[in-house]
């Protein structure tokens, strides 16, 4: 890693920087914050809390006009809730010149205020994509000096269902600009839509797997039958707020999830004997917050893309030394520890000499006390309120075939007597099927509102997905 002083930045800017204790750079900004400044394109790919907004905040806003009180960059997030951490950061790193005007402005806000603020001008706008569109059309928002548009977590854009409104906003983007796309992932939809929006861009691709020097990692020596209450043990003592366990084989994983369901534990399983559309809705599940455990084996485990894990947990230890070192790749994110846990039967301890050796570590296997054992956790026990998730996922039969939009199920959910826009988390829309995350304490609610509603003059079957 590179300090920012590397780069070629402003006085100022450095010492702004070195006021929010950003001394090293992470290494998209490295590979980024030189081409933003030189006014290319990009597409950049990097895990979530890898530093990203700071990437583009700090390349574009050092070539900001602060005379010039008129919109010059545009920053789209997928939810209210991005969007106004995104203007978050970039107020901070505005601090490095006094009076850059930034302003949030997303849905479920009301738009008169927001419209009255525009009219008052800012240099940056944030914002989600279904507001922006609205205030363009009624030229409320007015573009014409935008120099840099940032399309900002592109692939849960794609989830969210938010295309179409992007498209559109697209008509009314200087042709002149620079546009830099930040995604997660790349999935194939993103890679197109980059073709039509970027000029000659410069493709980042970073790897989404942590240093293991930056994870914690814990061993426990337990036989094979207190493995389970070894893992409620360590959902006791570290309450990670999302866990993917591994199990080397498919047997495994199932009795692993079902015996962590029999203490109400809200596990999903994700094997290869799944379906696709099963793995699909227990990525979703997992990923929107329904479920804080994931129990996988480590095939059905490739490929799979889900921002801040708090735990890896390896049920059975891998035979391989290679596995472990990417299976506990998952866990940590930029400036936050991972945490990893291995149970290790007493015949497997030359297996942790071998990821010693690889990782010139030192590691002992503990064998934990009474006390972490946790067998005694029964139905109805404290641990279980504790990890409850906070969201539970419904599904309705229709999806991006019936042209139902997040939107409209957004709206469908928080009508007059329905359940409030807070409590409504990540829509994912299929082909025929779209899921919504709420909160636990709305569901009942939720579904009334979706069952007795229509979307777009029809009725939709409302399922709870929680088993
Ligand atoms: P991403 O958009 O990639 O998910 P964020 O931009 O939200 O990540 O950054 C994650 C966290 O890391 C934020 O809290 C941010 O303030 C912090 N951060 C970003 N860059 C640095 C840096 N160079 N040094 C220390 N912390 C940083
Ligand atoms: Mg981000």
């Known amino acids: 890693m590179k300090p920012f002083t590397h780069l070629n930045l402003s006085e100022a800017m450095l010492s702004n920087l070195e006021n929010l204790k950003y001394e090293m750079m992470t290494p998209i900004q490295e590979l980024s914050i030189p081409p933003i400044l030189k006014g290319r394109d990009l597409l950049a790919q990097a895990k979530t809390g890898s530093g990203k907004t700071a990437a583009f905040g700090i390349g574009l806003l050092e070539n ?69 569109l609205k205030l363009l059309n009624r030229e409320s928002l007015v573009l014409d000096e935008m120099k840099a548009f940032i399309l900002d977590e592109g692939d849960r854009m794609l989830d969210m269902g ?110 290869g004997d799944l379906e696709q559309n099963e793995r699909t809705e227990v990525l979703i599940r997992f990923a929107n917050g329904s479920s804080g455990i994931l129990v996988a084996t480590d095939v059905a485990a490739r490929g799979l893309d889900i921002d801040s894990l708090g735990a890896v947990i390896n049920f059975d230890l891998p035979f391989e030394t290679e596995t472990y070192v990417h299976r506990i790749g998952r866990t940590g994110r930029a400036g936050k520890e991972g945490l990893a846990f291995s149970l290790i039967r007493p015949k497997e301890k030359f297996r942790l000499e071998l990821i010693n050796d690889h990782l010139k570590s030192d590691y002992i296997a503990v064998v934990p ?86 979307i777009k003059g029809r009725r939709f079957k409302v399922m709870i997905r929680d088993s």
């Open 64 to 132: 900001l006009d602060i005379s010039r009180n008129r919109i010059q960059i545009l920053i789209l997030c997928p939810t209210r809730e991005l969007s106004e951490q995104v203007a978050g950061e970039i107020r901070r790193i505005a601090r490095f010149r006094p009076n850059i005007k930034v302003l949030n402005i997303t849905g479920g806000m009301p738009m008169n205020k927001q419209e009255l603020s525009l009219k008052h001008q800012a240099h940056i706008v944030v914002g989600t994509p279904g507001r922006i």
């Open 162 to 271: 938010f295309m179409d409104e992007i498209r559109s906003i697209f008509e009314f983007l200087p042709a002149q600009r620079q546009t830099l796309c930040f995604s997660a992932t790349f999935p194939k939809e993103i890679r197109e839509l980059g073709k039509t929006i970027l000029k000659n861009p410069m493709e980042i691709t970073l790897e989404a797997f942590h240093n293991p020097d930056v994870i914690e990692q814990r061993f426990y020596e337990v036989s094979s039958g207190d493995k389970i209450a070894a893992v409620l043990g360590i959902m006791k003592g570290f309450k990670p707020e999302s866990s993917l366990i591994f199990c080397n084989t498919k047997d495994s994983c199932r009795q692993v999830g079902s015996r962590l369901n029999g203490f109400g534990l809200h596990a999903l399983t994700l094997h």
């Open 369 to 454: 006390g009474p006390e972490f054992i946790r067998s005694d956790i029964n139905k109805g026990s404290e641990l279980q309120s504790e990890m409850r998730p906070e969201m539970i996922t419904l599904s309705i039969n229709g999806g991006r075939k019936n042209k139902i939009s997040a939107g409209d199920l957004l709206g469908a959910l928080t009508v007059k007597d329905g359940i409030d826009g807070e409590d409504v988390g990540r829509i994912d829309r299929l082909d025929t099927v779209t899921f919504v995350a709420v909160k636990r304490s709305s569901k009942n609610r939720a579904v009334k509102v979706l069952e007795n509603g229509t």
